[in-house]
C-alpha cells in the first residue's frame, strides 16, 4: 500500500517547480522559442556546461519541427545537416542527393530528449512580454503565462515576473517576437520576411545568425523576419545550423566574459522597455 494521498502529488509538483523556477530567475542563457533553432542551440550549450532555459508559449515543445510540411509528418534537410540527425540518432533516407527525409516526430522527440539530457530546462505555456534594458544592455526577459493573453482585458492585467540571463536568444520563427519588442521601442526597424526562395535562404539564415544588439542573438527564421530573407518553407537544415551557430557564438562570449550585462556597474539598477 502507498504511504502517500493527493496532497502529496500536489506538493511534490508544487514545491518542485517552484524550486527549479526560483533557481532559474537567473542563467547563463535564455533562449525564447523552442522551436528546432532552440532546441538545438540549448542543447549545445547546457552540453557544455551553461545554465540554460527555454521558454516556449505552447504547451508543447517542438515547434513546427512535429508535423513537416502540409501537416506531412516528414521532414527534409539539407547537406551537412544530416549530420546532426545522425548525432541524434534519427534514421533518415537520401531523397535526392543533398536532400534528406526523416520522421519528424522522430526528429523532435530527440532533440527534445537531447536537449533534456543535456541540463535545459523548460517554462511552457509561458509567453515572452518584454525585455530586460539596462544602458542599452539585453539582461533577460519579461514573461507571464500563455493563457493571460487569451482572458478578456478587463481581468487580464496579471503582472508577468522577470527572468535574468547573460544572453538572449530570440528563435521564435517567423514573428521575431523579441526582435520585434525592440523595433518597437525603436532601436531599429526590421526588414520583414521575404517570399520563399529555399537555397538562399537555407544559406543567408546561418550565415546572418549573430548578435543584434548587445546580449541578444538571433536564430532560426527570425533571422529571416529581421533582415528581410527569403522564406524556406518545411526545410529545417538551416534552423538546426543556425541554432549551433548561435550556440558558438554564445559560448565564446560566455567564456571570454563579453557579455554585456557582466560588464555593468554593480549599482546599475534595472529598467525595462
Given at each position: 500500500m502507498?504511504?502517500?494521498?493527493?496532497?502529496?502529488?500536489t506538493r511534490a509538483i508544487a514545491e518542485s517547480f517552484l524550486k527549479e523556477f526560483s533557481?532559474?530567475?537567473?542563467?547563463?542563457?535564455?533562449?525564447?522559442?523552442?522551436?528546432p533553432s532552440g532546441l538545438l542551440a540549448g542543447k549545445d550549450l547546457a552540453g557544455a556546461g551553461r545554465k540554460v532555459l527555454i521558454v516556449e508559449r505552447n504547451n508543447y515543445?517542438?515547434?513546427g519541427f512535429w508535423s513537416g510540411g502540409y501537416l506531412m509528418?516528414?521532414?527534409?534537410?539539407?547537406?551537412?545537416?544530416?549530420?546532426?540527425?545522425?548525432?541524434?540518432?534519427?534514421?533518415?533516407?537520401?531523397?535526392?542527393?543533398?536532400?534528406?527525409?526523416?520522421d519528424a516526430a522522430f526528429a523532435c522527440s530527440a532533440l527534445i530528449r537531447e536537449a533534456a539530457r543535456a541540463g535545459v530546462k523548460f517554462l511552457n505555456m509561458t509567453s515572452f512580454d518584454d525585455v530586460i534594458l539596462r544602458d542599452k544592455k539585453m539582461c533577460g526577459?519579461?514573461?507571464?503565462?500563455?493563457?493571460?493573453?487569451?482572458?478578456?482585458?478587463?481581468?487580464a492585467a496579471l503582472d508577468p515576473v522577470a527572468l535574468e540571463a547573460k544572453v538572449v536568444v530570440d528563435a521564435t520563427g517567423h514573428d521575431a517576437k523579441v526582435s520585434s519588442r525592440l523595433q518597437e521601442a525603436g532601436f531599429f526597424k526590421l526588414k520583414g520576411m521575404g517570399p520563399m526562395w529555399v537555397d538562399e535562404s537555407e544559406r543567408a539564415v546561418v550565415e546572418y545568425t549573430q548578435e543584434i544588439y548587445p546580449g541578444l542573438i538571433i536564430c532560426g527564421?527570425?533571422?529571416?523576419?529581421?533582415?528581410g530573407l527569403p522564406r524556406m518553407g518545411p526545410v529545417f537544415s538551416s534552423m538546426l545550423l543556425s541554432g549551433r551557430k548561435a550556440a558558438g557564438i554564445i559560448l565564446e562570449k560566455l567564456d571570454k566574459g563579453l557579455c554585456p550585462c557582466d560588464q555593468r556597474p554593480a549599482s546599475e539598477t534595472n529598467s525595462a522597455l
Amino acid at each position: 500500500m502507498s504511504n502517500f494521498t493527493e496532497k502529496d502529488i500536489t506538493r511534490a509538483i508544487a514545491e518542485s517547480f517552484l524550486k527549479e523556477f526560483s533557481d532559474y530567475v537567473e542563467s547563463d542563457c535564455i533562449i525564447v522559442g523552442a522551436g528546432p533553432s532552440g532546441l538545438l542551440a540549448g542543447k549545445d550549450l547546457a552540453g557544455a556546461g551553461r545554465k540554460v532555459l527555454i521558454v516556449e508559449r505552447n504547451n508543447y515543445l517542438g515547434g513546427g519541427f512535429w508535423s513537416g510540411g502540409y501537416l506531412m509528418n516528414k521532414l527534409t534537410v539539407k547537406e551537412p545537416a544530416q549530420q546532426i540527425l545522425r548525432e541524434l540518432e534519427v534514421p533518415f533516407t537520401e531523397y535526392k542527393k543533398g536532400l534528406y527525409v526523416a520522421d519528424a516526430a522522430f526528429a523532435c522527440s530527440a532533440l527534445i530528449r537531447e536537449a533534456a539530457r543535456a541540463g535545459v530546462k523548460f517554462l511552457n505555456m509561458t509567453s515572452f512580454d518584454d525585455v530586460i534594458l539596462r544602458d542599452k544592455k539585453m539582461c533577460g526577459v519579461v514573461v507571464n503565462w500563455t493563457p493571460i493573453n487569451y482572458l478578456p482585458r478587463a481581468i487580464a492585467a496579471l503582472d508577468p515576473v522577470a527572468l535574468e540571463a547573460k544572453v538572449v536568444v530570440d528563435a521564435t520563427g517567423h514573428d521575431a517576437k523579441v526582435s520585434s519588442r525592440l523595433q518597437e521601442a525603436g532601436f531599429f526597424k526590421l526588414k520583414g520576411m521575404g517570399p520563399m526562395w529555399v537555397d538562399e535562404s537555407e544559406r543567408a539564415v546561418v550565415e546572418y545568425t549573430q548578435e543584434i544588439y548587445p546580449g541578444l542573438i538571433i536564430c532560426g527564421m527570425a533571422v529571416s523576419t529581421v533582415f528581410g530573407l527569403p522564406r524556406m518553407g518545411p526545410v529545417f537544415s538551416s534552423m538546426l545550423l543556425s541554432g549551433r551557430k548561435a550556440a558558438g557564438i554564445i559560448l565564446e562570449k560566455l567564456d571570454k566574459g563579453l557579455c554585456p550585462c557582466d560588464q555593468r556597474p554593480a549599482s546599475e539598477t534595472n529598467s525595462a522597455l
